[in-house]
């Protein structure tokens, strides 16, 4: 393509005319890949709100079956609340080892990332069972199958998460810090930040204000 | 990724500082204030001095605090002009955000007070899941 072609369709631009983007074409991929994953994660976010929108219009809805109150213990949310939260601490300090190239670092900061995410996990396996067991399941009521919808979702996100922080593991190991492996660390550091995020929501609206007196 | 032109347009979200202080200082910072905002939450929930009916207001705004600081201290989403359309991106997702979960609350909460004169028959109580 000749300068001229590339100018006629926007390509580059001619330096009389101050279009505020500077004299050059895209951005590189380190910028432009974890822009799209952040164009992901904000969608992911949308999804999230269509379910906190239904169990906001659900959670009354109990059929005569357990109410919000009588089913959710603020202690283990505390704890859940407390790993997911180090958790996303320790993803930072991951980044910052592995930006600076530090291969023990990194690695053992992305595996306490990854251990502080499997004891959020367990909690809330656990929670869900003893949930079941009490006949409290998904198809007691709408307001529970929203509540199973909504936590289960973050719960599946997270399980992605921890497969992807093991796959991170495995890759950073085998092929050290290239541009492109530190490009997919980084969006994997997005979007375990966005799921703590996401949970501070549930802790408040599920948990805090379903328990309240 | 980490060669930082003099004149940088654009940043990616989550992308490290510079320097190691700053960026380490950026996540323990992030770190307290939201330790900080989750105990005053459990706090305010727990608590019997307070006006009750605003405990749930507060919680809400505590809540939304605390997304801030993750997206501040945790995403590095900052005003700069290298973070333009990091921030642009994000507020057209709030926006999103809240006319799905403010609209849905809204219509469907008109939608179970004013429907029909059998009232038992709508009772989402007697909904089934």
């Known amino acids: ?213 | 990724m980490t060669d930082r032109e003099p004149e940088q347009l654009n940043v990616a979200p989550g992308a490290p500082h510079d320097s190691l202080l700053s960026e380490t200082l950026s996540y323990v910072i992030g770190l307290g204030l939201a330790l900080v905002l989750t105990g005053i939450s459990f706090w305010v929930a727990s608590t019997s001095s307070l006006w009750g009916p605003g405990v749930a207001a507060g919680l809400v705004v505590l809540a939304i605090a605390q997304m801030g600081v993750h997206l501040v201290f945790f995403l590095h989403i900052t005003s700069g002009p290298d973070n333009t359309n990091n921030v642009l991106a994000l507020a057209f997702g709030v926006m999103i955000v809240f006319l799905v979960m403010i609209g849905t609350i809204w219509i469907m909460g008109h939608l179970a007070a004013n429907m029909g004169p059998t009232p038992e028959m709508l009772n989402l109580h007697t909904q089934r899941g």
């Open chain 1, 1 to 213: 393509m000749s300068a001229t072609e590339a100018a006629a369709i926007g390509l580059t631009h001619n330096a009389s005319e101050d279009t505020g983007l500077g004299h050059r074409g895209p951005e590189s991929k380190s910028i432009v890949v974890p822009y799209g994953f952040w164009l992901f994660v904000l969608s992911d976010m949308v999804l999230f709100s269509a379910l906190f929108a239904t169990y906001a219009s659900l959670v009354h809805a109990t059929d005569g079956g357990p109410i919000t109150s009588q089913l959710f213990d603020r202690t283990t949310v505390a704890v859940e609340t407390g790993a997911l939260l180090l958790s996303s601490f320790v993803c930072g300090l991951a980044m910052i080892a592995a930006k600076r190239g530090n291969m023990a670092w990194t690695q053992i900061w992305l595996v306490v990332t990854g251990l502080l995410g499997l004891v959020f996990l367990a909690l809330e396996i656990e929670e869900f069972a003893g949930l079941v067991a009490i006949g409290a399941g998904p198809q007691r009521s709408a307001f529970l199958s929203a509540f199973f919808t909504l936590v289960g979702c973050h719960g599946a996100h997270v399980t992605a998460g921890l497969m992807w922080i093991g796959t991170m593991i495995a890759q950073i190991w085998a092929k050290g810090f290239h541009p492109h492996i530190m490009r997919r660390l980084l969006c994997l550091s997005i979007f375990w930040h966005a799921l703590d995020i996401i949970w501070v929501a549930i802790f408040t609206i599920v948990y805090l204000i379903g328990t309240l007196p």
